[in-house]
């Protein structure tokens, strides 16, 4: 089990309605949730999970998939499309923190030390890989492409990455999610 799933299975839950705390403080809290799961930014993750596990007509399947994956969210309604959300899993496998993703385009992990401006040409990156990933987002379509990308020390790896588009309120995507798996063997 998790720590957080221990943590909960701990919890002394009160019968008496009147003893009970509203679901809002514990989210503040964390006392029971995993801090992975709820973002200091309030994104809720599993409700961007759900979206895109019940999504109509999925053109890439997906295993399964939960918060122990790495992902990134990004918010393609802001100009650059930057990163609202970053999970532990994708801090461990970049090896940069959540402050240092939060407000960034993705492009950061297309050189190593992170300084890609936009419109840069990209040393380490096909440029077919990244027109098929600009169409994607133009096109509110879902893509799974092999990209080159850095860790912060400067590790190349293949980001095995899928972006599926999210729609919240509207019919047109607000977020991209990323799934971000390194390429092994």
């Not at 009147?18 to 992975?36: A, M």
């Not at 393609?76 to 999970?87: G, H, K, R």
Request: glycine share 6%; net charge neutral; proline share 7%.
């Amino acid at each position: 089990m998790n720590p957080w799933e221990h943590k909960a299975l701990e919890h002394n839950y009160h019968d008496d309605a009147t003893d009970s705390v509203p679901v809002q403080d514990h989210v503040k809290t964390g006392s029971i949730f995993n801090p992975g799961i709820y973002s200091p930014s309030g994104y809720d993750i599993m409700s961007i999970l759900t979206r895109v596990a019940s999504r109509p007509s999925p053109v890439i399947h997906l295993g399964p998939v939960d918060a122990s994956c790495a992902i990134v969210v990004c918010d393609i309604e802001q100009p650059d499309c930057p990163v609202v959300y970053a999970n532990e899993a994708c801090a461990q496998l970049t090896g940069y923190s959540l402050q240092e993703m939060l407000g960034k385009n993705c492009r950061f992990m297309q050189a190593p030390g992170g300084q890609v401006r936009k419109s840069s040409t990209r040393r380490h990156i096909e440029k077919g890989v990244l027109k098929n990933m600009r169409r994607a987002i133009e096109s509110n379509s879902e893509i799974a492409v092999e990209v080159t990308n850095f860790k912060k020390n400067g590790q190349k790896f293949t980001n095995l990455l899928t972006m599926i588009p999210v729609c919240w309120d509207t019919p047109t995507p607000k977020y991209y999610i990323g799934f971000i798996a390194e390429k092994t063997g």
